[in-house]
């Protein structure tokens, strides 16, 4: 911004993704390498297929069941682009998907275990979950994964995956959360208080018309204009005869 300081350290148009953006990736990560899965033992050109160029982590995976324990060998389509993505340390000779590994959050590490172990022994041919992952600078960030899956044999499984980054979308749900249960905790202090409490926008729609209100006054709100009230409300001067103009209302005045 103008004074030098930096607000956001991504693009705009990634930081505005919506839904249907994510969708999107993940279709056209399919189409990429659709051609792939004819061929599990193919090694892709990552530039014919601009799979570095993609907004999203392609792998695959071929997953063995030994004793009733999951073997994967995982491999990363687009290694580069899963660094921009998800910066992580690589030590000498460390690929990235293992460095990913350890940065999932524990919790999430464990859920997505049990999540694929059950999508593959079921024989489902598809399954999608959510992880966080930790980055080099320590910023936690979410990430939504897509995985097809075929049947090689009964304790064989080729995997695919797109994982595409969800972390914006991801913190306005929470802020929308945060704000709706921001809300629910007003509604039930106003509820429960023990003053009459009546709240209206500018143009005087009732926001807020609390019970002990609607007890004291009678009535509860109704869809009517401030020029209204003195009719529907009963509002009078404090010779409990003269109607009191609209534009004397208190709630008007504020």
């Known amino acids: 911004i103008r004074d030098g300081r930096q607000i956001l350290d991504r693009p705009m148009s990634d930081a505005a993704k919506t839904k249907q953006d994510l969708i999107d990736e993940l279709a056209a990560a399919r189409a990429r390498i659709a051609e792939l899965e004819t061929d599990p033992t193919a090694t892709p050109d990552r530039g014919v297929l601009g799979l570095d160029d993609l907004g999203c982590i392609l792998w695959r995976a071929r997953v063995r069941e030994f004793d009733g324990e999951l073997d994967w060998q995982i491999t990363v389509l ?40 059950t999508a593959l022994r079921s024989g489902a041919d598809r399954y999608h979950q959510e992880v966080r992952c930790v980055d080099r600078d320590g910023v936690t960030r979410w990430f939504h994964e897509d995985v097809s899956v075929r049947s090689v044999s009964a304790s064989e499984w080729s995997l695919y995956g797109a994982t595409v980054d969800i972390t914006d979308r991801k913190r306005v749900e929470n802020e929308l959360r945060a704000g709706e249960d921001h809300r629910r905790m007003l509604e039930s202090v106003l509820e429960c208080a023990a003053d009459g409490i009546v709240v209206v926008d500018a143009k005087g729609a009732f926001i807020e018309f609390n019970a002990y209100a609607e007890q004291i006054i009678g009535i509860g709100a109704m869809d009517s204009s401030p020029d209204q009230w003195s009719d529907d409300y009963g509002i009078f001067r404090l010779d409990t005869t003269t109607r009191l103009p609209a534009d004397e209302y208190p709630l008007v005045q504020a």
């Not at 000498?92 to 350890?102: C, S």
């Open 78 to 117: 687009n290694p580069d682009a899963a660094q921009r993505l998800l910066p992580l340390d690589l030590a000498p000779g460390q690929r990235w998907q293992d460095a990913e590994a350890a940065a999932r959050t524990p919790e999430d590490d464990a859920t997505m275990a049990e999540v694929a172990a």
